[in-house]
């Protein structure tokens, strides 16, 4: 962990759940971080805000004027499925809200913000929940120069993953408790 994740938030961020009238704003960041085929679509965003909104943890800067800026965002299910499978993406039926696990489906910080340590917080703080909830672990999938990056938190590799999203190859990583 570097030095810069084991800093606390500014006095100007905090963290929350999202919502529905966070849908735009949402949209809009995993647009800029992910490429068009691995994205989520919009369509599927309103359905993860309606049907599991306390499982969308913001990262929000409050400007000097007052106006709260998301700077990132991490979003999962629970499931008692120990790997993430496509239809998890596109479809909310695999969720239980006392599943065993958390399924990570995107980890997103806008680029002025990224190199600061927030998407460590962000998925920290997820793990942390998911530990105090009970649950036995935490799954994603990522690109294989990721798992590096993901290993420093305590997640394995599993190797390569089921999910063929975005017409991608990826790993399955999963932290157990």
Not at 128 to 152: K, M, Q, W
Request: proline share 4%; hydrophobic share 35%.
């Amino acid at each position: 962990m570097s030095e810069m994740e084991k800093r606390e938030l500014p006095a100007n961020m905090y963290f929350s759940r999202g919502s529905l009238e966070d849908l735009e704003e949402i949209n809009e960041i995993e647009h800029i971080c992910f490429p068009p085929n691995e994205a989520c679509a919009r369509e599927h965003f309103i359905k993860r805000l309606t049907m599991a909104p306390d499982h969308f943890l913001l990262l929000r800067e409050r400007g000097e004027d007052g106006k709260d800026t998301i700077v990132g965002f991490v979003n999962d299910i629970a499931t008692d499925r120990e790997t993430i499978t496509d239809e998890m993406f596109t479809d909310i039926v695999e969720h239980k809200p006392d599943g065993a696990y958390l399924m990570i489906l995107g980890l997103d910080v806008r680029p002025q913000y990224r190199h600061r340590g927030y998407a460590g917080m962000l998925l920290r703080r997820l793990i942390e929940n998911a530990r105090r909830e009970g649950r036995r672990g935490v799954g994603l999938t990522c690109h294989d120069f990721l798992i590096p990056y993901y290993s420093s938190f305590g997640f394995r590799n599993l190797g390569v993953s089921a999910s063929v999203w975005g017409g991608e190859t990826w790993y399955d990583m999963r932290i157990d408790f």
